[in-house]
């Protein structure tokens, strides 16, 4: 079964500190991967996405992610948090030979400490 | 382009009546997906579809929900009778090549 992990339901880091994500996924192979930001009462918006090639990806907002295949992991990072990053974090894996379905995991809250 | 457009942004309905969700895709794009978001659940796929034809809605819940895509510019997401527990908010994407793109949600409030 598809199965994508964010381990962290809760994250505090202070304002300037570095951030990382965390995300799991369970496939055979390699699926394709995104990293989706929500703030309170909005909607969702693409941070970066993965397909292949360079692992390290760059997103917007100064965020990065990282695919390793041997750990099934695409943590997402930023090397210095500003309090406008407060939000909900979505990891999401698609397998596009089942057809496209976008699957996320449970969401880690990131609060940012003034 | 102005994005997925969902319609009504808020609805608060009464437990026994019908609730029609809207949506709008993004022009080219040939899947749409409808999802609904809740504290306990998270994000949820309720159902998706290609090319308007549904491909996979084993995420609905029950009979209670269906949903259509007429054309490639719309779609609908009905619930006959709401419940309470339905309570949620509910978000197109549409998608093409890779890209997904969310709606803004709407908002769904059964009382």
């Known amino acids: 079964a598809q199965s994508v992990t964010q381990p962290d339901i809760h994250i505090t880091v202070s304002e300037g500190a570095s951030l990382e994500l965390r995300c799991n996924y369970s496939?055979?192979?390699?699926?394709?991967l995104f990293w989706y930001v929500q703030s309170p009462g909005q909607g969702l918006q693409l941070l970066l996405k993965?397909?292949?090639?360079?692992?390290l990806v760059q997103g917007i907002k100064g965020f990065e992610a990282e695919f390793k295949r041997s750990q099934s992991s695409f943590n997402l990072r930023k090397p210095s948090v500003h309090w406008s990053d407060a939000a909900e974090y979505f990891c999401a894996v698609v397998r596009y030979n089942q057809g496209g379905k976008l699957i996320f995991g449970q969401g880690t809250e990131l609060s940012v400490k003034p | 382009d102005a994005g997925v457009i969902q319609s009504p942004r808020h609805e608060v309905t009464e437990m026994g009546q019908e609730v029609t969700l809207r949506c709008k895709p993004i022009s080219g794009h040939d899947y749409l997906f409808w999802y609904r978001q809740t504290m306990m659940r998270g994000l949820e796929l309720l159902i998706y579809?290609?090319?308007?034809?549904?491909?996979?809605d084993s995420g609905m819940p029950e009979d209670r929900f269906s949903a259509k895509m007429p054309n490639a510019s719309f779609s609908t997401l009905k619930i006959q009778p709401s419940e309470p527990r339905d309570s949620a908010v509910y978000f197109c994407a549409s998608s093409a090549g890779g890209g997904y793109t969310f709606g803004s949600g709407t908002r769904l409030t059964v009382v």
């Open positions: 579809f290609n090319n308007n034809v549904p491909i996979d």
């Open positions: 496939y055979g192979a390699t699926p394709y």
């Open positions: 993965y397909f292949s090639g360079d692992t």
